[in-house]
């Protein structure tokens, strides 16, 4: 190769890495999956999340101090994944269960019922903010708060996805 055609191999080289790296940099960052057993699988950006309704509460956090946590209420995600509450959650949908996994690999399961308004009073939220300020890193972006757990066990914070799960049918635990 000629040095003109080493400079013209140079100049392409960089455009191109020039074009991916502003690519990536523009492209907008999933904060949460949902999958498993939906109709409507999501990765859901900061954007998406400021569609749904925002619903706040007030809880003791793990230190025993009151603070305002706001958010979205997890039902409203799990309602445009494709579930179905009310008088829909009958049968086998009471078997199918919500496994929310955090960053650190942390997991914990909700029962549909407990996202379900004619069932429960309280919601379960997937707050941002705490006291109108985003979450240090190491708790956020997103963490559940479950205000009517007397125990802080399920309140996952780095939240990174959520998965539904129907339980194995009668007589298939354990079979090979």
């Known amino acids: 190769m000629n040095f003109m055609q080493r400079l013209c191999l140079i100049a392409l080289s960089v455009a191109c890495l020039s074009i991916s790296a502003s690519a990536q940099k523009t492209a907008p960052d999933v904060l949460l999956t949902v999958g498993g057993e939906v109709q409507h699988p999501l990765k859901l950006t900061r954007a998406d999340l400021d569609t749904f309704a925002r619903q706040s509460l007030r809880a003791k956090d793990h230190d025993g101090k009151e603070y305002k946590f706001e958010?979205?209420?997890?039902?409203?995600?799990?309602?445009?994944?494709?579930?179905?509450?009310?008088?829909?959650?009958?049968?086998?949908?009471?078997?199918?269960?919500?496994?929310?996994?955090?960053?650190?690999?942390?997991?914990?399961?909700?029962?549909?019922?407990?996202?379900?308004?004619?069932?429960?009073?309280?919601?379960?939220?997937?707050?941002?903010?705490?006291?109108?300020?985003?979450?240090?890193?190491?708790?956020?972006?997103?963490?559940?708060?479950?205000?009517?757990?007397?125990?802080?066990?399920?309140?996952v914070r780095q939240v990174k996805s959520m998965t539904i799960v129907r339980a194995p049918a009668s007589g298939a635990v354990g079979r090979p």
């Open 71 to 155: 958010g979205v209420a997890i039902v409203d995600i799990l309602q445009k994944a494709g579930l179905k509450f009310g008088a829909a959650l009958r049968g086998k949908a009471l078997a199918t269960y919500l496994l929310v996994e955090a960053v650190d690999g942390y997991q914990a399961v909700y029962a549909l019922p407990e996202f379900d308004p004619p069932t429960n009073d309280h919601i379960i939220l997937l707050a941002d903010r705490q006291d109108g300020a985003a979450f240090p890193a190491n708790v956020g972006p997103l963490k559940i708060i479950a205000s009517a757990d007397k125990e802080h066990a399920r309140w």
